[in-house]
């Protein structure tokens, strides 16, 4: 069992907010408190009342610092603008590692956050269960044994609510199978296929998204050569899985030295 940590949770209201604090405590953990957007209406409430786990300690606030207060890593699953002001306030402070699970940012808020990885220790990741951290390493092996004409054609389908697409996930899984081929993924992206002149252009990457009801998350990398295909294709049956990859790396990342992490990192993979 690691070392009990103090955790401070960013958008602890949300979907993944929550399940954050049933893993954090079920891991043994504490909560320094959680931050929530301004107009949230679950400002003031302690945690144990939002979450309904009488053993969480803390209370969600609209101001960093009282959710940051004694705490040692700060986990943040928000929406990119949130995620990049709570980066820049950490980074002028230092002493708190942070873990990234928001999705979403642009190239330009990539580059901020690895810049800000040169003062801070960060685990970033598009998705926190081991299932897909393994599933990146198979569709990198894949892609480049596999060589480019065999077209390759990413699908993700997630709940209703989900803002971002492709998900964080797939054009994580899409930079692997890039990388198999030697090449960035910017230089292989296929534009979406939509309209009459919208044909497969050779040795592209293409991305496909539905948005469906509660679905959870589930990915599929498909490799298409004419006489044969093969299929890798991942399920999250429950959101918790996210939750306690997040705790587990928060747990790793705890006086770390600064540094831009992976879930390959703290899975020693
Ligand atoms: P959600 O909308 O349920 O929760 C986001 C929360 O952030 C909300 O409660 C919202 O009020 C809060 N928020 C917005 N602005 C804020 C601010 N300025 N300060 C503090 N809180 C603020 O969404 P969700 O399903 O929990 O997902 C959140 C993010 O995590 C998304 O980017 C999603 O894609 C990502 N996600 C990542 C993984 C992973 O494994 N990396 C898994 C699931 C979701």
Do not use: C
């Not at 960013?10 to 909560?31: D, E, F, K, Y």
């Not at 209370?59 to 959710?67: D, F, G, I, N, P």
């Amino acid at each position: 069992m690691a070392d009990s940590l103090n955790i401070a949770i960013n958008g602890i209201a949300g979907r993944m907010g929550q399940q954050l604090v049933a893993a954090a405590l079920a891991r043994g953990h504490s909560l320094s408190g959680g931050k929530e957007a301004d107009k949230s209406a679950h400002i003031g409430r302690t945690i144990a009342e939002l979450t309904g786990q009488p053993a969480a300690t803390g209370a969600v606030s609209e101001r960093l610092e009282t959710a940051l207060a004694g705490a040692s890593v700060w986990i943040d699953f928000t929406v990119p603008a949130a995620t990049l002001e709570a980066l820049e306030h950490i980074a002028g402070r230092g002493g708190i590692a942070l873990v990234i699970g928001t999705t979403g940012f642009s190239p330009g808020e990539e580059a901020r956050i690895a810049e800000a990885a040169s003062r801070l220790a960060i685990v970033k990741a598009g998705n926190f269960s081991l299932g897909v951290t393994l599933l990146q390493g198979l569709v990198r092996r894949a892609s480049a044994a596999l060589g480019p004409e065999w077209d390759i054609e990413i699908s993700e389908t997630h709940h209703r609510h989900k803002k971002d697409a492709p998900s964080g996930t797939a054009l994580m899984l899409g930079e692997a199978a890039a990388e198999g081929r030697g090449a960035p993924l910017e230089a292989l992206r296929s534009a979406p296929y939509d309209g009459p002149d919208a044909a497969r252009a050779p040795g592209t990457i293409g991305f496909s998204v539905r948005r469906l009801g509660g679905v959870i998350g589930e990915h599929e990398v498909r490799f298409g050569a004419l006489q044969e295909t093969l299929s890798l294709t991942h399920m999250a049956l429950d959101r918790s899985v996210f939750a306690h990859g997040a705790i587990q790396a928060a747990e790793w990342v705890a006086g770390r030295p600064p540094g831009l992490y992976s879930m390959d990192d703290v899975l020693g993979l």
